[in-house]
């Protein structure tokens, strides 16, 4: 088992097994990680990170992630074989899709168109749709001015459209399913559900992003992932 210990971070949370170390919660960013470990068979150990109460903010793990935000991860067989430490959902995708060879494609256009995808993900669909929740379910209900809550409604459709239209002919988002599923399918399952705006958003309007989902969500590693790290 590799050493780890020059990294704070385990002192709060041990590295009690070999393999690569999860540090999460099962939030849309933090399913994709442990997806992608469940799809890959990766041997990992998952350390729940409870953002309730502000463990993101301890010095620990802000020695690994000084952005505060989950998830992140220690590859103990790095590049090399040393260790490596990344945050960031859409990095650690990236890192292990190159680790395994799984999940994108080796051909170079075909590799970044799904890159492409995966930064759609990450720069439009996760804020966008974080916003809305944020004005539909949380404090942000409480605000008389329902102009932002119909802004991030309006965008969110529209991103929705866009997937739908991408969608159009195929089962996935390439020809495969592969990283750019993965960076969505917890963020489209979690607008309809947690953040209570499936009516809000006319998802059952769509023409091809809830079969999308659906098959999705079928992906039996998909099921386990979703429940990585698993709240008390």
Do not use: C
Request: hydrophobic share 40%; glycine share 8%; no cysteine.
């Amino acid at each position: 088992m590799a050493d780890l210990s020059h990294f704070p971070i385990t002192r709060r949370w041990p590295a009690r097994h070999p393999g690569l170390q999860l540090y999460s919660l099962n939030t849309p960013n933090g399913v994709k990680a442990s997806i992608m470990l469940e799809e890959t068979g990766l041997p990992y150990e998952p350390h729940l990170i409870d953002i309730g109460q502000n463990e993101t903010w301890t010095p620990e793990y802000l020695s690994l992630n000084p952005n505060g935000k989950i998830p992140a991860i220690i590859d103990p067989d790095g590049p090399g074989g040393a260790p490596i430490a990344l945050f960031e959902s859409g990095a650690i995708l990236l890192y292990l899709a190159d680790k395994t060879g799984m999940f994108i494609a080796s051909d170079p256009g075909r590799r970044w168109e799904t890159i492409q995808w995966v930064f759609f993900q990450m720069a439009a669909i996760g804020p966008m749709f974080g916003q809305l929740g944020f004005f539909n379910r949380f404090a942000g209900k409480e605000i008389e001015d329902k102009r932002p809550l119909q802004r991030y409604v309006a965008e969110s459709k529209r991103l929705l459209g866009v997937l739908d239209t991408r969608l159009e002919g195929r089962d996935w988002i390439m020809d495969d399913y592969s990283i750019a599923d993965i960076s969505a399918i917890g963020w489209v399952r979690n607008l309809i559900t947690f953040y209570e705006a499936r009516d809000l958003v006319e998802f059952d309007s769509l023409r091809n992003v809830p079969a999308w989902l659906d098959r999705g969500l079928a992906r039996p590693a998909v099921q386990r992932g979703l429940e990585i790290p698993k709240r008390s």
